[in-house]
């Protein structure tokens, strides 16, 4: 859900060990001491003095060897979100390497400590949405480096072009006294093999015809601040009987061309992103191949729009992902004017997907309120990270014409879906009227408002668990618990004047007195009425 900060990164050619021993020999500089800081925007960054490489006497780069420099600096409260510390690179650059360390002290209890992310632009600079981006790693790697034919997973391989490069810094929260932080940059010389051709995975797998597809689109591997590599998602979807998955690192489009092994006739894999901003998070799901879709900006920004736009000019969907979570920067502050779905349940159900699922419902009724016939439908995903985290925990499973990339976010986008923790878990649910009319999950039953309706709910894989009918005014039917096969069949009846939408959830016993037991699915509607 949150971005790890400050675990061990993964070093290129230039590693920690020689860059800190070049740092403290010839070509090192540790005089550069703190710097003054330079407004570059009002409230969103700030940039600080440029790091510049010496040249021999006849003004020319070394042919071979590293340089390195330190840079060191204390970020003071209040500290804007983005920090850039401008690096002039000459030519003959074969990689580029950072490595950076920053000071965590104990803070009182109920404070925020230090926590301090980092990333790369190149020499097409930093504007928003621009062309520079080369990579992010948040706060999960301590080190990176770039080089044309290769890059630390969430870095982008390609040339180290002359010109000002941006090493950016985040200051995801800052502690009372401040935020002492060191960078030091290693330049390694010479000559460097060709960037490889990207590969991504096909639109396409074998499929099964119109059927229900079972897929997890909110994942992270190691192009991250996952600790997975893909080929591990990979094995561990196919695992849990899943069809589909949407790859959602962190702020970075890098582990986009690493998909392709991993796809088969019976995996599709969807590539995406996860925006990470400093107001919430969303799944940008199933981009066009290379997509970025940067993060840089608040809700009071005003930007978000303009990203949202860019996603489905990719081809992808908006979804916000956990939009209740109480981690720093995690809940929901964009609106759903621009969203495609919305992440109601997130990982093991919890209290806050309980007050998301909520809070979705009501939106259901303010569009029957105002007449709409657009609704936002619900999606659920593992947001799987690590060990434990179990991919496919929950699951969304899409009735889709195909195992396509299109056929799937039509699904989606129609709410022809319904979510559940597990492939063990089956629903069926429909409703019909009384002259032959029929519809399922995410339709609409078009019938008068006196018809007689028939709610059906059949489910499979749910043993002890209990069944319920919710409507624009709550929940109006709980079945008896099903028995050890885990399967059952309801039905309850109403009319369209009685019942505006028709909704399906199958729970988990109640564990504390007067709160709903966990989620084992939840359905979108079936609305009623003409």
Excluded at 53 to 70: L, N, Y
Excluded at 280 to 289: K, Q, R
Excluded at 445 to 472: F, Q
């Amino acid at each position: 859900m949150c971005e790890d900060h400050a675990r061990t990164g993964t070093t290129g050619a230039a590693g920690a060990a020689g860059a800190a021993q070049d740092a403290a020999g010839p070509g090192g500089d540790r005089a550069l001491g703190r710097r003054a800081l330079f407004v570059t925007s009002a409230a969103a960054a700030l940039t600080l003095g440029s790091v510049s490489f010496a040249t021999g006497a006849d003004g020319r780069v070394p042919a071979s060897g590293r340089q390195t420099k330190t840079v060191s600096g204390t970020l003071p409260p209040g500290s804007p979100d983005f920090v850039y510390l401008p690096v002039e690179v000459p030519a003959g650059v074969r990689e580029l390497h950072v490595a950076y360390t920053y000071e965590k002290p104990a803070v009182p209890a109920g404070t925020q400590g230090n926590a301090l992310d980092i990333g790369l632009f190149d020499e097409r600079g930093t504007a928003l949405g621009g062309a520079g981006f080369r990579g992010w790693s948040g706060g999960a790697r301590t080190e990176f480096f770039v080089r044309e034919d290769d890059a630390t997973p969430g870095y982008l391989p390609g040339p180290v072009r002359p010109g000002t490069w941006h090493v950016a810094l985040g200051p995801y929260t800052v502690a009372p006294d401040g935020l002492p932080y060191e960078v030091t940059v290693t330049l390694t010389y010479g000559a460097s093999d060709p960037t490889p051709e990207p590969v991504y995975p096909p639109e396409r797998a074998k499929g099964r015809g119109r059927a229900w597809y079972r897929g997890d689109c909110h994942l992270h591997s190691w192009h991250s601040d996952g600790r997975r590599t893909p080929a591990e998602i990979a094995a561990l979807a196919r695992e849990a009987g899943l069809d589909f998955i949407n790859t959602s690192d962190h702020n970075t489009n890098a582990s986009h061309p690493h998909w392709a092994d991993q796809a088969g006739d019976d995996l599709l894999i969807l590539i995406g992103e996860e925006v990470t901003t400093r107001n919430g998070h969303v799944v940008a799901l199933s981009t066009d191949p290379g997509t970025f879709i940067d993060w840089r900006y608040r809700a009071r920004d005003n930007r978000f729009g303009a990203f949202a736009r860019e996603i489905h000019r990719s081809g992808g969907l908006v979804v916000p992902a956990h939009p209740h979570s109480t981690c720093v920067g995690c809940g929901w502050k964009f609106g759903f004017n621009d969203a495609d779905a919305v992440e109601v349940w997130n990982g093991p159900y919890t209290a806050d997907d309980e007050i998301q699922l909520a809070d979705w419902d009501n939106t259901l009724v303010a569009g029957v309120r105002a007449g709409r016939r657009d609704w936002l439908p619900a999606m659920g995903n593992s947001d799987a990270h690590r060990d434990p985290d179990v991919v496919g925990m929950p699951q969304t499973v899409v009735l889709a014409d195909d195992l396509t990339r299109q056929a799937i976010l039509d699904g989606i986008r129609a709410g022809r879906s319904y979510v559940a923790e597990s492939s063990a878990v089956e629903v069926a649910f429909t409703a019909s009227g009384s002259r032959g009319e029929h519809a399922g999950i995410g339709e609409r039953l078009s019938v008068g408002p006196d018809t007689p309706v028939t709610v059906r709910l059949e489910v499979k894989g749910a043993p002890g668990r209990t069944t319920h009918i919710v409507t624009d005014q709550g929940t109006l039917f709980t079945g008896p618990a099903l028995d050890d096969s885990g399967a059952g069949t309801v039905e309850w009846h109403t009319t369209a004047s009685y019942a505006a939408y028709v909704r399906a959830e199958v729970r988990h016993p109640a564990t504390a007195p007067g709160l709903p037991g966990a989620l084992t699915a939840v359905t979108n509607p079936i609305f009623l009425g003409k």
